[in-house]
């Protein structure tokens, strides 16, 4: 029973440490070359302009993806410094009843995550729904981003790849439910 008591203690504490708000931590992932990916269910939150990152008002969740250069990316990376020019799509599926909806993240900033993906977004059902998302990472177009000839030589013809992560059973109810203020 104590240690029950000590894991629930636990959960309290890191849900709600120095006044931090909860976010679900959907999954982490390492993609060549050299990048981190950490995907996110956050509070819906005011972004500015509110016209291209949807009004938390008309939101039940915020989808966030972290993109930050490693320890194996190329030299020249910063450690750990935003990724920029990806573009990521989420497929939110609900499981209930199979209607989805497609998103694009866009790259905004705050003070916690600083420089991240993400949208503020309506779920295609109810809030205590299950969810599957599907995460589309691509690689920008090739008139958005020019490659110098020591990245070429050392990497490719590429900033990444493209990938595809999908996550399924997300209980987004306790997110969609909270407030930031």
């Known amino acids: 029973m104590l240690k029950y008591f000590f894991i629930f203690l ?20 390492k993609i060549d070359p050299g990048i981190n990916l950490i995907f996110e269910g956050a509070i819906k939150d005011d972004v500015f302009p509110s016209s291209n990152f949807v009004p938390k ?19 020249g990376s910063p450690i750990n410094g935003f990724v920029a020019y990806l573009r990521i799509t989420a497929q939110i599926k609900n499981q209930r009843d199979s209607v989805e909806k497609i998103i694009t993240l866009l790259p905004h900033i705050n003070l916690s995550d600083n420089l991240h ?3 503020n977004t309506k779920l295609p059902g109810k809030r205590d729904d299950l969810y599957s998302v599907k ?12 490659l110098h000839f020591d990245w070429m030589n050392e990497v490719g013809s590429f900033l990444a790849k493209p990938y595809t992560f999908e996550y399924k059973d997300l209980d987004f109810s306790e997110i969609a439910n909270s407030k930031r203020r």
């Open 10 to 29: 636990s959960l309290s504490v890191s849900s709600s440490f120095a006044g931090q708000l909860p976010e679900m931590v959907i999954g982490q992932e």
């Open 135 to 146: 995460f589309i990472i691509q690689p920008p177009a090739s008139s958005e981003l020019g």
């Open 57 to 75: 008002e008309n939101s039940d969740v915020h989808l966030e993806v972290l993109a930050n250069w490693n320890e194996d990316a190329p030299s």
């Open 117 to 119: 993906y993400a949208l």
